[in-house]
């Protein structure tokens, strides 16, 4: 997916798929080329966002405008610009190891 073609749609119900999503969007009169709801790995389930492409950049924008505070299944949607994703290891919302590591280490040694 382009970047400047490709918004960003949170506040997603937990039960929305990617059909109820194209769905929403074409019903505003909008071509959508492609949508994809994100699902955790490990549950299976909607992380509750998404992501939905355009053809232009000018048909994402009306998306934006005609989307971001929409109300879907009783949640108010939350639609912007899509931003790229920062490489995993910039991430610094896992925390971080240090020189100490983790685990038992030595203290238990004897």
Same mark, same amino acid.
């Given at each position: 997916?382009?970047?400047?073609? +490709?918004i960003?749609?949170?506040?997603?119900?937990?039960?929305?798929?990617?059909?109820?999503?194209? %769905? /929403?969007?074409?019903?505003?009169?909008?071509?959508? +080329?492609?949508?994809?709801?994100?699902?955790?790995?490990? /549950?299976g389930?909607?992380? *509750?966002? #998404?992501f $939905?492409?355009?053809?232009?950049?000018?048909? $994402?924008?009306?998306?934006?405008? $005609?989307?971001? &505070?929409q109300?879907?299944?009783? %949640?108010?949607?939350?639609?912007?610009? $899509? %931003?790229k994703?920062?490489?995993?290891?910039d991430?610094?919302?896992? &925390? *971080?190891?240090?020189?100490? &590591? #983790?685990?038992?280490?030595? %203290?238990?040694?004897?």
């Open positions: 997916m382009e970047e400047e073609k +490709k960003y749609i949170g506040n997603l119900e937990f039960g929305i798929t990617e059909d109820d999503l194209k %769905r /929403t969007i074409e019903e505003k009169g909008l071509s959508v +080329k492609e949508v994809k709801v994100i699902i955790d790995k490990f /549950t389930k909607s992380k *509750g966002f #998404g $939905a492409e355009f053809e232009t950049k000018e048909e $994402a924008q009306q998306a934006i405008d $005609a989307l971001n &505070g109300e879907l299944n009783g %949640r108010q949607l939350q639609v912007n610009k $899509a %931003r994703m920062r490489p995993r290891n991430r610094r919302d896992f &925390g *971080g190891g240090g020189g100490q &590591g #983790g685990g038992y280490g030595s %203290r238990f040694r004897r």
